[in-house]
């Protein structure tokens, strides 16, 4: 195999700070738009974020249609209602309020109004074509409402298949946000629920893309444009991760909490940006890999605090669930990267040996999820022993992030990753 030299690092436009919400109407006024598109889900429609995006859209004198039909937690099918709605509003710009849901849907109606295709043509291979992005899309301003997906930093839209009952989704440079506006008074109204599993979010990002395998292990594209968008660890993503790591262990528990805790609830608005420019150039692996079919298969599962009217297991929590597993089975690859990552959060290494690495890592990461009352592991949620072969054939697809593990995972290991993810303490 002929394998890479280069990584590449798209820089995101990002504008952070308490009340920048209020500046988007002059942001689109500026680049000329006549006509926007505001995707958001029910839950916030009346809310402030949205409230306060349209007041500011509507005083810079530009017209503004706003669709409230985002699925939390998208499919192929709310993918396409958005799509179809895009094609009806023909909008200037696209406007995402919302969390990770929000903004995932709102790049994949972006690409497909901006570049129409059948709609497996874009989704990442092997389930689809996984043809790049052919060009460039409309201007999308990106306003999260969530501490944790990072959605607003990435070129990434994920999506559950529903007839595969796994998730999957589309990834290229391209779809980034032309803008992302990261103000923490959009994170006020979170329910604690919410930003414990958008703040495990984080966590798992920033330790996935510090211990993916590194970008020049990777095979050499033909073309520049055939890089993928997440391409292994990096010395420009290593920054961003490490300090994602720090920012969570000192403030995620205080945010979730303390609603009111101003500093906890922005310096988590900050970490969830940060890790997102780490991962959206280093990519995930495992966690998130074993995630979606976690999230596909769910039954009748809904968080105590969350409202909605279809099961549902949060993305965050569905990735943190394998953590302690993952961890502990990739640490023999770096286990000074995993050693130092468990520094960060509090662990003493001072006598550890590299055989230690994975336990320590791991139990710290099982301490967070302890003093944020998680699951103890699938069995709360419904899965049993005898959904394991079906878990791990929902996994196995997942090339985008699992080929970026340190450590190759086939049939068996994930079968093993899987059982040791049913009871985490």
Known sequence: M???TIFEMGTSNLRFGTGSTHEVGMDLDDLGIKRTMILTDTNIRDLAPVQNTLEAIKKAGIETVVFDEVRVEPTDLSFKEAIVAAKEVKPDAFVAVGGGSVMDTTKAANLYYSHPDDFLAYINAPIGQGKPCPGPVQ???????TAGTGSETTGVAICDLTEMHAKTGIAHRRLKPTLAIVDPDNTRTMPPV????????VLCHALESYTAIPYDQRPRPERPVLRPAYQGSNPISDVWALEAIRMVSAYLVR???????DEARSQMMLASSMAGMGFGSAGVHLCHGMS????GMVRDYIPDGMVSDHPII???LSVALHAPAVFAFTASANPARHLRAAEIMGADI??????DAGTILSQQIVNIMKKLEMPNGLYPLGFTSDDIPALVEGTLPQHRVTKLSPIPAESSELTTLFENSMSLW
Not at 195 to 201: E, K, M
Not at 292 to 295: D, G, K, R, T
Request: proline share 11%.
């Open 2 to 4: 002929d394998k890479d």
């Open 139 to 145: 201007t999308l301003i990106a306003i999260p409402t």
């Open 194 to 201: 919410v930003a414990a599993a958008a703040g495990l979010d």
């Open 255 to 261: 945010a979730v909490q303390n609603p009111d805790d």
């Open 292 to 295: 979606y079919p976690v999230s």
């Open 314 to 316: 949060p993305h965050g």
């Open 350 to 355: 001072s006598d550890a040996s590299d055989e």
